[in-house]
């Protein structure tokens, strides 16, 4: 993709989304000395996107108009979703990004231990971690790789829940044939591979045809999903099965970073920390409240005893803990004693 045809589609999209799209600019385009994209995955009406405005219009103003960043929701619509979007953060044609770590994992694969099934009680266990010594870790890992990760830059998405269309999942036997939706990231489709389901990797966006057609049998996300893409029309059954944590990482293309003046980075990393920490409530309070509302809506909940699938997952485990490597899987459980 080159990088002045990218920025062309940027101005057509926003053009026809219109202020959601974007923060607000300074008064004057030419006082901006450092101008950036920042993708995520998200609808214009999420947490992540609403505080990532939020965030770049702090900065913007800190800044006194030197840095301007448009934000776009869904990727801009870029062909090939998230996995287009990491190789444009690569490529430097986007400055910024937002991503989970199963994906980031096809780059970075350390990145992929934050998928590790049932490795977090909750997403608040999930974000002491990241913002840890295993957090740090993977800074490490994404830097060489040409990736800047923040201290505190995991935004949350929550605890993944299954909504089926084929009945409640209760035990590791229901999924046996099931034909479930993964993102991409070989860890999340290994792990319901060894449960007995038939993986099927599809982009966020494509996940409600996807179920509406019959091409698969379920999907997991977190109940924020179900509302955010409207799944709760194409979905019968949520199973509370909280197999697995999962947020967006916020990224940035290193080449750009290193070249900013230190102040400007100090402004970033601040505001960063800040909204962060601001999204993660909006997200846990989100997540917390849908269960209700989408009961009302008509789905099925059931809640899941953890320890079967665990335990058909001990062959699983022994197989990550290799390909992840002593230090990071050590990371990993010094993070789950400590919280």
Known sequence: MARRNLTRRSFVVNSTLGAASFLVRPARASVATYHFTQY??????SSLHRRLVEMWAAIRAETRGRVEAQVHPENNNIQGSDPAALNALIAGEIQFFTLMGGILGTVVPAAE???????????????????????????????????????????????????????????PADLVGVRMRVPAGQM??????????????????GIYDALKTGRVDAQENPLALLELFKLYEVVKFVSMTNHMWSGFNLLA???????????????????VTKHVRLQRRDQESMNAALRAT?????????????APFRTQLSGFYAAWKEKLGTRCWSLLEAARILA
Request: hydrophobic letters at 40%; proline letters at 6%.
């Open 40 to 45: 995520h995955n998200q609808p214009a009406a």
């Open 113 to 171: 231990v934050q998928q590790v099934p049932f490795a977090f009680r909750s997403a608040r266990h999930a974000h002491q971690a990241m913002d840890g010594a295993l957090g740090a870790y993977l800074r490490e890992e994404m830097s060489a790789k040409g990736i800047v990760g923040f201290p505190v830059g995991a935004f949350d998405n929550g605890m993944r829940q299954i909504g089926s269309n084929k009945g409640p999942i209760a035990r």
């Open 188 to 205: 999340v489709a290994d792990t319901f591979r060894a449960l007995g389901a038939e993986p099927i990797t599809i982009n966020s966006n």
């Open 253 to 271: 293309h290193r080449p750009t970073w290193t070249r900013l003046p230190d102040d400007i980075k100090a402004v970033i990393e601040r505001n």
């Open 294 to 306: 989408l009961a009302r809506r008509g789905l099925a909940f059931n809640e899941v005893d953890s």
